[in-house]
């Protein structure tokens, strides 16, 4: 299978290691917008070859991955133009948004729920997705194919497959991940002037996620800002 990977940070890049491992993977082409991302991917290990751009990427690939971050998925998709028949998946944590405005029947999303509060490929892992669920959200256009594909691509790599609708998922991820991240950020800025002696270890703790990316995590809160009611 010749895949394409779309952003070569912690999640791509650790998808790429991953897979390698397999034996699914026959080529993997990877594109990042950082070049420096995408050599770094590449001298590790965890793609063959660095393309200039999403469709020099997608060019003959069997699954085309898109692993920027929320806001860039949708565009990125779009510009990577897959060949007919290619499999179209992303790894963002928000899915509605990104289901509704992708919804075909090559594309599926998914959404594994392994990470850090490290990011780019430095910090990527060929065990990261080992052992962690990866939700599958079909569309209401997915074909089964795509909607197999994709599941057998994450169990390969270790990941326990369960499949929920976007909408499901994007409140489920709100209260289990999404809005913790916010007490934690919100409590890291409270907690700022303290003098490092007075951090207990309730705070720094409940504060760990606060190291990830703030960019990153601004706009996973903004895409799934519209999912109220369970909170
Ligand atoms: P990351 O380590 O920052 O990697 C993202 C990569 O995408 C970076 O190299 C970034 O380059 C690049 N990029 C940004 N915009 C781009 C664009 N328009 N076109 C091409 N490349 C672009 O982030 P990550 O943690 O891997 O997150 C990637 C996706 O995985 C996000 O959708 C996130 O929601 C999802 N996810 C994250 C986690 C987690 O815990 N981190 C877990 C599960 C899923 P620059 O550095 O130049 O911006």
């Not at 590449?42 to 929320?70: F, H, L, M, Y």
């Amino acid at each position: 299978m010749n895949i394409a990977i779309l952003g070569t940070g912690l999640i791509g890049a650790s998808l790429g290691l991953a897979l390698r491992r397999t034996g699914l993977a026959t080529t993997i082409v990877g594109f990042d917008r950082s070049r420096a991302h995408a050599d770094r991917a590449r001298r590790i290990g965890a793609i063959d070859r660095v393309a200039r751009s999403p469709a020099a990427a997608a060019r003959g690939a069997d699954v085309v991955v898109i692993a920027v971050p929320v806001f860039a998925i949708v565009k990125t998709a779009r510009a990577a133009r897959p060949a007919r028949g290619a499999i179209v998946t992303d790894v963002g944590s928000v899915k509605a948004p990104i289901v509704a405005a992708l919804d075909a029947p090559n594309f599926v999303g998914a959404h594994p729920l392994a990470g850090s509060d490290h990011s780019g490929p430095d910090a990527a892992s060929a065990t990261l997705f080992r052992g962690r669920t990866c939700v599958v959200t079909r569309g209401a256009k997915t074909s089964a194919r795509a909607g197999r594909a994709v599941s057998r691509l994450w169990s390969s790599v270790g990941a326990r497959v369960v499949h929920a609708g976007a909408e499901t998922h994007d409140r489920l991820m709100a209260l289990s991940s999404h809005v913790p991240h916010l007490v934690a950020f919100g409590l890291a800025l409270q907690a700022q002037p303290l003098a490092r002696a007075w951090v207990a270890p309730s705070l720094r703790e409940m504060t760990r996620v606060a190291g990830s990316d703030p960019a990153l995590w601004r706009e996973i809160l903004l895409a799934n800002r519209a999912v109220p009611e369970m909170l």
